[in-house]
């Protein structure tokens, strides 16, 4: 991607990526116990593609799942 495709000045820009951290940080990291580096990558990703995409709801999704969100879409975009 080259400089001149970048948005400049957009406080939005961060603000799902700062909310996913904190949630990310909050209900996995915070407390876990010492774990290996591989431990923790999966424990990661299980984190991402198992809870947070599939299961957790968002408040900016109309409270729907990242999932139902992305096929609900999907079917708007066949009808279209």
Do not use: P
Not at 2 to 10: H, I, K, P, S
Not at 15 to 25: D, I, M, Q, T
Not at 26 to 49: D, W
Not at 58 to 74: G, P
Request: glycine share 4%; with cysteine.
């Amino acid at each position: 991607m080259n400089g001149a495709n970048l948005r400049q000045g957009n406080c939005w820009d961060n603000a799902v990526a700062e909310s996913f951290f904190k949630s990310l940080k909050t209900e996995l990291i915070y407390g876990n116990k010492l774990i290996t580096k591989e431990k923790m990558e999966l424990e990661i990703f299980e984190y991402i593609e198992i809870w947070y995409n599939k299961k957790r709801r968002h408040s900016a999704l109309n409270y729907q799942t990242i999932e139902e969100f992305n096929n609900q879409n999907k079917i708007y975009q066949n009808v279209a």
